[in-house]
């Protein structure tokens, strides 16, 4: 007999399907953690697998190289975590704020979200590369501001790299020294960085003092 379907006409999700997503899910947070330990780049399948608590064979059920792997893991991890920032800062139109509110959200992960912080420590400026995620968005904003007339610098994808990398010393420190880090610290960078993008500096210092919005749940 077949299975009926839920209310509301959704179709079920079988009991394989949901150990399907498990264990992909499992896979993609193995990754993670690997990342954020320095291990990607010497991490064995077997490994991968052992970290996910699977069996080795179930690997290629969802992928067909650690490579892909590790691909899929950084655009979904950078991707949610893009998608929470757009969700803290709907509603703020000017691009200067909205940018200084990714960066000090962002600078907060050392302790909000440590694995992620890591793990963005681990993928370092290749991060600049993914497609999705944060770069894109980071990037998007900065041109916002260009046309808006808030940011100054000339060079949209410079001032992102340089920005990026102010940013991972920060999270890097955090990891390292986490005593030297504390909110005053993100909010000082966000103020820097403004400055670099061209805000003014009493502007600048204003909108990184701004109470941040909330960011809801990971």
Not at 1 to 10: D, R
Not at 47 to 74: P, R
Not at 182 to 207: I, W
Request: net charge negative; proline share 6%; charged share 25%.
């Amino acid at each position: 007999m077949a299975e009926a379907a839920p209310a509301g006409g959704a179709p079920k999700v079988s009991r394989l399907d949901r150990r399907k997503a498990r264990t992909r899910h499992a896979l993609i947070e193995a990754a993670v953690r690997l990342i954020a330990e320095g291990r990607g780049d010497r991490a064995s399948i077997q490994e991968i697998t052992e970290t996910a608590d699977i069996g080795f064979g179930s690997f290629y059920n969802h992928f067909d190289s650690k490579e892909q792997l590790f691909q899929t893991a950084s655009e979904e991890v950078l991707e949610r975590w893009g998608q929470l920032i757009d969700r803290a800062s709907a509603g703020i139109t000017d691009p200067a704020e909205r940018y200084a509110v990714g960066t000090r959200i962002t600078g907060r992960l050392g302790w909000t979200h440590p694995d992620i912080a890591g793990f963005l420590t681990g993928t370092g400026l290749d991060a600049l590369d993914i497609p999705i995620g944060l770069a894109p968005r980071a990037l998007r904003d900065i041109q916002a501001g260009q046309a808006a007339g808030r940011f100054t610098v000339p060079d949209a994808e410079i001032a992102l790299s340089a920005v990026a990398g102010g940013l991972l010393g920060l999270l890097r420190m955090c990891q390292r020294h986490p005593e030297r880090v504390t909110e005053a610290s993100v909010d000082q960078l966000a103020e820097a960085v403004l400055r670099l993008l061209g805000v003014p500096a009493p502007e600048a210092a204003r909108l990184a003092a701004l109470p941040l919005p909330d960011t809801g749940t990971w």
